[in-house]
């Protein structure tokens, strides 16, 4: 056998051992893994736990295997979306996103809309606002979206003014006037709940004051109207591919799911959520 013709024998040799570990690799990925085309995973908070594994089980009859993923943090969710470790997450409404975009650069946008809630004005002592009295101590959440959503929610109540209302990152500095000089405790916003016991006012959330066992959410002493920006929101990349509509058909089944309306009902109170995407 000539030179030319045993070195065209070895490239056809290497080209088809490359096709056949391709091919292997292949082969392997779904034997060990049948399902992973058909797993979608969803990034959570816990409040959302439960909601959201109802509407697992209802769209599994479609053949789509959902994953949820447990975040203590509201940072993390995003992170994970960002860098591809999960599809989407489900969290956080438009505003709170808009601040993330800026902060981060990441390259998110809401795909779908969920629930929102109303947020209240809390107190185990006092029985309204009128009662509080000087110097009062009063929490709130410590993430800038959120607490310039309690300054918000404050200033209507009457109980301060800040420069513009319709600022959505209001922080304490804008502040013009504060009747019963209020004292503030910035606190992470699921922690709000836990401070009923000791603060004289506290900026709540329904689904938290449940979990923590702390308060009827319908007791507050002043709540705010109802805004689908403050929604929450399943987001993604925006080059996400949504691959046999898996997530486009758990959304669909989250806004449509007699239980999750039922669940909603339970843990933040009837009346006490709306439907963000009505």
């Given at each position: 056998?000539?030179?030319v013709s045993k070195l065209n024998l070895k490239k056809l040799l290497i080209g088809l051992t490359v096709l056949v570990i391709i091919a292997g690799l292949i082969t392997y990925r779904y034997v060990q893994n049948p399902q992973q085309d058909n797993v979608l995973t969803i990034g959570i908070s816990p409040p959302y736990a439960e909601l959201l594994q109802t509407v697992a089980k209802e769209v599994e009859k479609d053949g789509i295997h959902v994953k949820l993923v447990e975040f203590s943090d509201w940072q993390a969710p995003n992170v994970a979306v960002q860098n591809g470790d999960i599809d989407a997450n489900f969290f956080q409404q438009?505003?709170?996103l808009k601040n993330a975009i800026q902060q981060t650069r990441y390259d998110l946008h809401a795909f779908g809309i969920g629930s929102g809630s109303h947020v209240g004005l809390y107190s185990k002592q006092y029985k309204s606002l009128e009662a509080l009295p000087q110097n009062a101590r009063v929490v709130i959440p410590s993430d800038?979206?959120?607490?310039a959503r309690a300054l918000i929610l404050l200033h209507r109540a009457g109980l301060i003014q800040i420069r513009d209302i319709h600022n959505e990152l209001s922080t304490l500095?804008?502040?013009v006037a504060n009747p019963k000089q209020l004292k503030f405790l910035e606190v992470?916003?699921?922690q709000t709940a836990?401070?009923?016991d000791d603060a004289d006012l506290i900026f709540g959330f329904p689904h938290y004051l449940n979990m923590a066992k702390k308060a009827d959410p319908h007791s507050a002493l002043f709540l705010d109207p109802v805004d689908k920006k403050y929604a929450i929101l399943f987001v993604t990349r925006k080059d996400y591919v949504d691959h046999d509509k898996k997530l486009e058909t758990f959304v669909?089944?989250?806004q449509n799911s007699a239980k999750v309306k039922t669940i909603l009902d339970r843990d933040f109170g009837t009346g006490m959520w709306f439907e963000g995407w009505k």
């Open positions: 056998m000539s030179q438009s505003v709170f800038p979206v959120n607490s500095q804008d502040i992470e916003g699921p836990l401070a009923y669909k089944a989250f």
